[in-house]
């Protein structure tokens, strides 16, 4: 069962990782994080030779690209992507030790005996395909469609991904009271796009996928010409169930995502599935009501679920349960589910090793645990202090901007204060921390140990049905390095994963850490008053707050960004996606405005002067442009031009800058050089 609210975080990567019983804060920490130091202006990244009004990016990160090479087991590599590596080689170390210990506490048995099954590769090997033979044998044995509700409903809760999701979200009419969602799912590719689209790249990923589906069909002991017809049957139920999903693009309008309705009005949108039963198996509590995000795709559902469609159905659920539970399984699935996801589709050269994945299934699985020992080495009070108040800052910077805003009237002002002063900041690391005692966990079965706390997570979700929503909730585990918002929450996160150097540096001055950290928390502050996240209030429900006028005039604002991007290519001939980027974009923007006023007021008493032969202003700037170094390769950049909200590196930078007066003066840029726009054309909203 795939868990996630109705409506998406934004600038997100959520594992629902939440909190659930009381603690204090870490009672040992230290000063300076126990991580490897670079500085968050790092002179020796810049490439001098090219002039900042050509290509400020490059200018900022040319060296850092040069120097940088994408490792084997990669699919990207950046600034985040190495600070993510020096988190896991950290997390490696507390791992290994909490495995070896020999008297620990709850929590370091829980993280060891996790951590030691996922290790134990011989055990796992000699496993083969037999941590599944239970599910394909229920699924061999369904007599009748019928029968499919109180299956499913078991395989959901164990992680596979079969038809839908389903989970628990926050009403989008009362973020204060928690429903049952029901969502569009069930594909093995990574975007519907992928299956309706005619260009020759769609079609030889189709065709790859065929070979990969049939490979996990031969996997599990079906003959070449029986696994290859089994393919075939899967790729047609994927494309129907395709072609109607929402794409990505619609998915950003929350009144798109919003069909509330009770069980009988489910009943009659997709009458061939029995929803009584699958709710009964699910355990979730009684409730009245549900969010159901796209009719049109449970109607497509319906239609696969229709007299006769039995053995197709097996079919399609033997090899989602195989390809959900690969990674979970002996060598040779791990393999093929590489070759196809990474290697085929991203373009990594090779797996990572088996410590890596280990690491991470930890902090996915068990991240509360794991992160009280992170946050105890790696983010002290001082730091937090630091970062909270550079948070106020930059809201206070928010207040003041839309005070002056020219375009908008006094009663939307209004609103909009409201909403801001109701943000809630959340910095480093949860109050509560989450109890795992109740998943049984052996140092033996990694296969079970993974199951049980997929299990424990979903009904942890689906028990939150009909009581009040608990606002300390957080979407990312401590070591994430990324930060999000989340609009029904009303609330901006940021794990002590992303606030450690270079992104954040308690040994530099302020230019280059507003420039950098400062331009992430605007960036999430904006996300409230996006195309997107302006849409919810201060309370976070889905509410227009917005005068026509004013709606008006923030939708031809917007546009600007989204003209000016969708001229950028992102490989070859594929542009970026702008209206699919268009809340990032508007968020890159607005979040540098924001910190670079919110570092000229907090500095305004202090005389600053030039460091290494740059201007505080221009540190202000290469401090920016510097969180997004990074090289991608082609595949992986194919991939994200179709699923990815946010722009490359590149152009999240250049993007940005042009838009800013500010930078223009800092480099003495002049009309007519690519970084310069004039005043008549600069794209303004916040």
Known sequence: M???????LLCLCALGIVACSHTTAPASQ??????????????????????????????????????????????????????????????????????????????TQEIGDYYGACMNEAAIEKLGAGPIQAELSAIASLQNVKDLASLIATLHLQGDALLFDAGSGQDPDNSDA??????????????????????????????????????????????????????????????????????????????????????????KIAPNFDWNTYFAATSVPKFEILNMDSPEFFKAVNAQLAPGSLD?????????????????????FVVENFDFYRKYLRGAKEQQPRWKRCVQYVDRQLGDALGQAYVRKTFSPELKAATVDMTKRIED????????LSWMSAPT????????????????????WRDYSSISLSPDDFFGDSTRATQFEAHRQLNKVG???????????????????????????????????????????????????????????????????????AKGNLKDWWTKKDADLFKQRAKCVVDQYGKFIVVDDVHINSKLTEGEDIADLGGTILAYVAWKDATKAQQLTSVDGFSPDQRFFIGLAQWACENNRPENQRVNAITDPHSPGKYRIN???????????AFSCKQGQPMFKPAANVCSIW
């Open 655 to 665: 993007g940005v800058v042009v838009n800013m007066p500010e930078f223009a003066t």
């Open 30 to 107: 230290t000063a300076e994080p126990s991580l490897p130091y670079t500085p968050s202006l790092d002179v020796a990244s810049m490439d001098r030779s090219v002039n900042p009004c050509e290509d400020f990016y490059t200018y900022s990160c040319g060296k850092w690209m040069k120097n940088n090479p994408i490792p084997a087991d990669q699919t990207s590599w950046s600034v985040y992507g190495k600070l993510y590596e020096d988190n896991l080689n950290y997390l490696h170390g507390i791992l290994e030790e909490a495995a070896k210990a020999k008297n620990r506490d709850a929590v």
């Open 312 to 332: 197709d159905l097996k079919t399609y659920m033997r090899f989602h349960v195989v390809n959900s539970r690969a990674p979970l399984l002996s060598s040779a």
């Open 413 to 432: 002002k209004t609103q909009a204060i409201d909403k801001l002063h109701n943000i809630r900041n959340k910095v480093g690391y949860p109050d509560k």
């Open 397 to 404: 910077a928010m207040a003041a901007r839309i005070e002056e």
């Open 178 to 267: 928690v429903i049952v969602g029901l969502n569009q799912g069930g594909l093995g590719l990574p975007d519907r796009d992928y299956y309706v689209k005619d260009d020759a790249k769609s079609k030889e990923t189709r065709e790859k996928y065929l070979e990969h589906v049939e490979k996990n069909f031969e996997l599990i002991g079906d003959a070449p010409d029986v696994a290859k017809k089994n393919a075939a049957t899967v790729m047609r139920i994927e494309t129907s169930l395709a072609k109607a999903t929402l794409t990505r693009v619609e998915m950003r309008d929350p009144y798109k995502l919003k069909h509330k309705m009770g069980v009988p009005e489910v009943t």
């Open 467 to 537: 009581k009040p929503v608990d606002r300390g909730e957080w979407g990312m585990t401590p070591p994430t390095v990324n930060a999000y918002f989340d609009p029904q929450m009303n609330d901006i996160n940021f794990p002590a994963g992303v606030l450690q150097p270079p992104l954040y540096d308690a040994k530099m001055d302020a230019a280059p850490n507003y420039g950098n950290t400062g331009s992430t928390i605007g960036h999430e502050l904006t996300h409230g008053f996006d195309d997107e996240g302006r849409q919810f209030d």
């Open 2 to 8: 795939k868990i996630k609210n109705i409506f998406a």
